[in-house]
Structure formats: C-alpha cells, structure tokens
C-alpha cells in the first residue's frame, strides 16, 4: 500500500520563486493536513482540509496556499519563497472519527 | 502554540532497560496520541489513547493518562537499539472545530546496543 504520497523529497528554490508541494494518498481519508517542522519546534500545521473541496487554516498559513479539489490529493502553494519557510514539510491524511494520522515521509526545502 | 510539552526533551538508556517518557498539556482533550520519528522519516503512529481511558497497552508499549493531571506517560518495556527516534505526544483538543492535532516538540531517544 502506498499510504501517503509526497513530492519531490528534496527541493532547493531561490527567494521569490514559487512552487507546489504535492500530497497524495490513496486510503480514501476525509481528513488531510500540512505541516512544517523546524529544529525544536516539533510540528506546526499550516493548513488543513475536512473533505473535497473544504480547507482551512492551522497555526502558521501566512506564504502558503492549498486547494482539494479531490479526495486523494492536497498540494501546498508557496507563492513567494522566504528563507524563513526553510524546513521538512509533512503532510498526513486520517478518517473521519477519532482516528491516528498517517505521515508522508516529507519534503525538505531549502530557500537561498 | 504547542498544547503537548515532553519530558525529558533527550533521554539515553542501554538497551533492555525501559524508557519512560512523559507529556503534558494545557486544555482539555479529546485524545492524546503518542508517534514515533526515525531520522529523516515521517512520523508513525504508535498509540491513541481516549481521554476516557486511563491505561493503554500494545506489545512493549505502555501508555497512561491522567486527565486531571494532563499528563500522559509513555512506557517502552525492555528497549531495542531500533527503539532509537524522536517520540510525540500530540492532543485532539475538547472543544474546537475539526479535531486539529496539536505536536509537542519531541524526546529523543537514544538505546545503546
């Protein structure tokens, strides 16, 4: 099984270049979530959705962008790239309930 | 803001003995989840406990929580070298919308062969 899906694994951007993220998974989960995680930080969520075409914000969304147009997939927009979002990306799908998340293996971007 | 705080924030123990580490938060929660992170991993869930439970258990895994204290405590039985990762509690908070979960920051655990 496939669970969830991140591409690519490794990007390097320069300030002011834009680029998506991509989050697939394949488990039909309702629930799906970014988040970044920074040295001694643990992980902050930056967006979320609830189902197909529903998102909202978490705790760190300023520079980043998200659309679900459908279930199995949710791409993060960084619009113009800051050193600042420098960091291991994760994103992380569950179902509906009281249910555990299941990570990708996450995205580690560096903006120079 | 991090609801979950872990403790220690760095642990070192020789392989078979138990490791025990603990977590604790601010609001009311829904449930309380442990996960574990190799390095250069994503994180995988190891437990869920509800906050109706008290004590959960799978295989050398052993997880309590004490809501009128927040706190929770994760107890891995008998430690292996591949024990060795970062460790999360992260918390489904009472009240809210859309059961966001929220990270603590982590332990590192170290099992020396």
């Known amino acids: 099984n496939a669970g969830v899906t991140q591409t690519p694994k490794f990007q390097v951007l320069k300030t002011g270049q834009s680029m998506t993220l991509q989050c697939a998974q394949d488990?039909?989960?309702?629930?799906m979530s970014w988040y970044r995680q920074d040295p001694g930080m643990g992980l902050r969520l930056i967006h979320y959705?609830?189902?197909?075409?529903?998102?909202d914000q978490g705790e760190v969304p300023n520079g980043y962008n998200v659309s679900r147009s459908t279930t199995e997939d949710f791409p993060l927009r960084l619009l113009s790239a800051a050193p600042s979002q420098t960091s291991v990306y994760f994103c992380?799908?569950?179902?509906?309930?009281?249910?555990?998340?299941?990570f990708g293996d996450g995205t580690r971007l560096s903006i120079l | 803001s991090q609801q979950g705080e872990e403790d220690p924030q760095a642990l070192s123990i020789q392989e078979g003995e138990n490791a025990t580490m603990n977590c604790s938060y601010k609001t009311s929660i829904n449930n309380l989840q442990w996960y574990r992170q190799n390095s250069g991993r994503g994180l995988v869930h190891l437990i869920l406990i509800r906050s109706n439970e008290r004590e959960k258990h799978s295989g050398r895994l052993r997880v309590t929580l004490d809501t009128s204290k927040k706190s929770s405590s994760l107890l891995i039985t008998a430690s292996r070298a591949a024990d060795t990762a970062s460790y999360f509690c992260?918390?489904?908070?009472?009240?809210?919308?859309?059961?966001?979960?929220?990270f603590g920051k982590g332990i590192t655990l170290s099992v020396r062969p």
């Open positions: 959705s609830v189902g197909a075409g529903i998102t």
């Open positions: 488990m039909n989960h309702e629930y």
């Open positions: 992380a799908s569950r179902s509906r309930g009281q249910q555990p998340q299941h």
């Open positions: 992260a918390t489904v908070a009472l009240t809210g919308a859309n059961s966001k979960l929220t």
